[in-house]
């Protein structure tokens, strides 16, 4: 009797569980499209990518004529953009590319496929892009600057601070940019500015002063090291010449020409490392200065 009991409440319990799911199902296939589309966006503006994902991919399965299909496949690739997943943004975005003649969202696709190239470090690759996008921005000033605007920080990025100045001063119609463009251009002209240390000068400063090319390039703590430990190996090699051990004077000089070597590489090596350090402070202080060129927002309209 209890065994029978068991089996109808947990009968009861999985038809319940059953209405419910359908239930569940057919509130989600009655919804509104819009408010499909309006949620899919909710969670992609809280950072809920593959979320979003699903839901956008929810709105395609159940709406499958809707004027919205072809702005929640770009969501969708925005969606894996954001979250980093740029293979998977790609297939998307190559796929719309293929399939729409919305001049806008061809638009977006290409700039969006030009930010992954942008995010990648293939700053060539992403102007090629831009040039492309170009054709699709109809007569739309803000859409010109944008495009604009994403080739000065290419350039900028790629470390052609003079090709980003000559784009940026041909830039005639702002869009409405919310930043001091005269402000841009001269923090990009300081690039041509910032301190610099010659590689060859350090390695040349080395072969004659060991350690004297890493004190040039400002690493005092390691050109008192190579100073220190080529003398030490140089003065052990005279002792042992001088003394007679032969031997010991082939390993030391060994071990001293190995050493001596080090130095010059250290030195050239440190004049660049302060270089790149002096760019990527310059650069930090432009991005927090002035907007990401593949703001969301572009993307909104």
Known sequence: MCARRQTIIHLSAA???????LLSAGRACGAAPGDMFGFARYLELKNEFYRAVTEYERFIYFNPDHSLIEDAKLRIARCYIKGGEYDQAEVRLRLLLNASSRKSILFKTRLSMSEIEYRRGNYGNSLIILSRAEDTFEPDPGRRFTVQYAGVWNRIRARRPDSALKVLRETSDT??????????????????????????????????????GQLYAGRPRDALSAFLWNALFIGAA??????DHDEAALVLGAFELTWYSANIYNAVNNAKKFNNTEWMNHLRYLERTYPDPYNASIFDD
Do not use: N, Q
Request: charged share 20%; net charge neutral; aromatic share 4%.
């Open 15 to 21: 038809i319940l569980l059953g209405c419910a799911l």
């Open 175 to 212: 869009g409405g940019a919310a930043f001091d463009l005269a402000a841009l251009e001269t923090d990009i002209a300081k690039i041509k500015d910032l301190r610099r240390k010659s590689p060859v000068l350090a390695g040349a400063l080395s072969v004659v002063l060991p350690g004297s």
């Open 238 to 243: 005279i002792w042992a010449v001088e003394s």
